[in-house]
Structure formats: C-alpha cells, structure tokens
Antibody
Framework: EVQLVESGGGLVQPGGSQRLSCVAF????????MTWVRQAPGKGLEWVAS????????HYVESARGRFTVSRDNTKNSLFLQMDSLTSDDTAVYYC???????????WGQGVLVTVS | SYELTQPPSVSVSPGQMARITCSGD??????AYWLQQKSGQAPVLVIF???KRPSGIPERFSGSASGTGATLSIYGAQVDDAADYFC???????????FGTGTKVSV
C-alpha cells in the first residue's frame, strides 16, 4: 500500500529543536517532490516546505526560512524536517505529503504533533 | 496577493448540492486544488488541476474555475461528506503553496 509514515513529534521547549522524519512505502520515492504541511490546533493548513526529487531545490514558507531545513535520503525513502529555534507559533500537527507534479498532494502521512511549550 | 478566501461554513441537507467557493488573484493564472479533511484525519485530495478527480474519489465531487475563483461542488451530498474543505494553489513562481481559509461542510 502506498503510504507515508511520520515520526519525531513531541514536546519541546521554546528555543529548542526537533527533527521530523517521514518514510515512504510502496512507491518510487525519488520520482516525487515532497512537502511538509502543518496545522495549528483548531486552525487551517499551512504549507511549510517542499523539496525536489533529487534534493537540489528547496522552498520554505517565510516564517520557517533560516530556522527549518528540509532534506531527504532517497536511499532510505525518507524525508526530514529539522526545526530549530522553535516558538509556540510552531505548535502544530505536521504532515508530510507526496507532491505529484510538484503540486498535487495526493498522498499524506498521518501527521505528528509538535508542541512547543 | 496570494490569499485564498473561502466561506467559513456551508450547510446542506442530505441529497442536496453543496457548493464551496474559493477566491483569490492567484487563481487567475494557477490551478486550484481541493482537499477534504475529516475530523482527526489527514487531508485527502479530492480535486486537482481545477476539475480533475483522483482515482477513488466519487463522481459527485466536481471542480470548476473561472477568473479569480474556483468552486467545489458536491452533487447529492451524503452525511459522510461532512468535513473541512481546503482549496489551495501556488504562487506565481509555482514554488510555494497557498492554502485557503477552509470551509466546514455540514450535511
């Protein structure tokens, strides 16, 4: 079954760091852009970052630039989000998603909660 | 600007048509996409490139776009269609995604 499984969520203190992982199953991971999207409690969706198939291009929402780093390891079918200098505004459920044609978010992980407090 | 505006809520009776709008300047040049998110679950793509349905999405879900707006229509809405719906698109460069404010659909 095509799926994405995230891990790495938890409670972190303000100013701290957290690293999220997302493992892909049953599809050619290195053929797809990948994306991180987050959702603060009771709020809407917010795009966080995207990374090209080979990792050569990375794009970030303005609020994450300089603090978050998206990366991938195609040999392990894995996507990562390193988050530094976290604030309470970063508290959210973080989803990884496959981005077909860079934009079609057609497969989503189950989401992981990051609480900054 | 790259803001997408949706009505906060839409309420329909089972079997009626639900229509959700999404408006923003970016839609005049970029495709609209629609996600369905049921309570406590991850989003699901229901419409891509304005009007295309992914495999497995019921035919009652239909998308259209014109000018600076896009619309998701649910023909013969079912109780199971109750969810939050988000539109999204990309910025001019195509590198950044912009999400709509979300619409809660009650059936």
């Amino acid at each position: 079954e095509v799926q994405l499984v995230e891990s790495g969520g938890g409670l972190v203190q303000p100013g701290g760091s957290q690293r999220l992982s997302c493992v892909a199953f049953e599809f050619n991971f290195n053929h797809f852009w990948m994306t991180w999207v987050r959702q603060a409690p009771g709020k809407g969706l917010e795009w966080v970052a995207s990374i090209r198939e080979d990792g050569s291009q990375k794009h970030y929402v303005e609020s994450a630039r300089g603090r978050f780093t998206v990366s991938r390891d195609n040999t392990k079918n894995s996507l990562f989000l390193q988050m530094d200098s976290l604030t309470s505004d970063d508290t959210a459920v973080y989803y990884c998603a496959r981005a077909r044609k860079k934009v079609d978010l057609d497969v989503w992980g189950q989401g992981v909660l990051v609480t900054v407090s | 600007s790259y803001e997408l505006t949706q009505p906060p809520s839409v309420s329909v009776s089972p079997g009626q048509m639900a229509r959700i709008t999404c408006s923003g300047d970016a839609l005049s040049k970029k495709f609209a996409y629609w996600l369905q998110q049921k309570s406590g679950q991850a989003p699901v793509l229901v419409i891509f490139e304005d009007s295309k349905r992914p495999s497995g999405i019921p035919e009652r879900f239909s998308g259209s776009a014109s000018g600076t707006g896009a619309t998701l229509s649910i023909y013969g809405a079912q109780v199971d269609d109750a969810a939050d719906y988000f539109c999204y698109t990309t910025d001019r460069s195509g590198d950044r995604l912009v999400f709509g404010t979300g619409t809660k659909v009650s059936v």
